[in-house]
């Protein structure tokens, strides 16, 4: 099978900061990907490349067999590729329903820029597709709340409902959970995932929890300075030595160079 999308001996540098070295990496249609790394490993610039935000130094990204590399993140995003930020971007003033409304007339109409007046004048087609998003992702109970008053896991949901508004391909999502709490966590990946499931989405997500990875990723990237150290299913990926020691610090290197648990002090 061909991949949806493959990036090959892709780079970034920001002055003396290497931020993405050799990164080869191809994701077959319907593929749920977690990207894992500790603060400032390179995943936000890895997908910031692929959706357009950031210009690769070097290498290549190519999306349904066509190169995307370098072009501008709103033609990356009407060829199929959508996001979701660390922190939600939302119309405060609008209620969930208008702001689905807003995204699914942009993805529509192809512009950046939406007023609340065109907001009055949305088709019925859009309204319709708003409808079945507030379904999908579980919001429907606040339908008619402003955005601004949203509890964070609402808002979460929100922010990538809206992401999926034109139903893009690919989509990437950079920390869906964070500043969501434990007992939360889950459940809101499961409706989440569920809805993306739903829609056929091929899906990178950048997660810090490695117990939300093991549990939606198909397939885990483990990113460590700038670069890609495992690749490969949960089980294996979270298992690898060095993704144990440099990523969940599962292991820790001894002063002989053995790799050992850490030891758990009661003090
Ligand atoms: N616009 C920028 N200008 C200069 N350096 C940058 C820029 N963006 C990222 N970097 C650097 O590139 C490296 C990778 O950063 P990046 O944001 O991709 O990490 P990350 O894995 O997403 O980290 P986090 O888990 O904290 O979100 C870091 O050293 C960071 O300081
Ligand atoms: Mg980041």
Known sequence: MSALLSVRDLQKTFGQVVAARDINVDVPVGQTVGIIGANGAGKTTFVNMITGHLKPSGGAIIFEGGAITGLPSRKIMRLGVARSFQVAQLFPTYTVFENLCAAIAIAHSGTSVFSAAVARFVSDRTKGEAETALAHFQIAPYR?????????????????????????RLLLLDEPTSGISLEEKFDLMEVIMAALKARGTTVLFVEHDMEIVRRFADRVLAFYDGTVIADGPPTVALDDPRVAEFITGTLIRAKDGTLKAPTVSHA
Do not use: E, V
Request: no cysteine; glycine share 8%; charged share 15%.
């Open 144 to 168: 008619d709340a402003l955005a601004s008053t949203l509890p964070q896991g609402m808002r979460k949901l929100l922010d990538i409902a809206m992401a999926t508004a034109g139903n893009p």
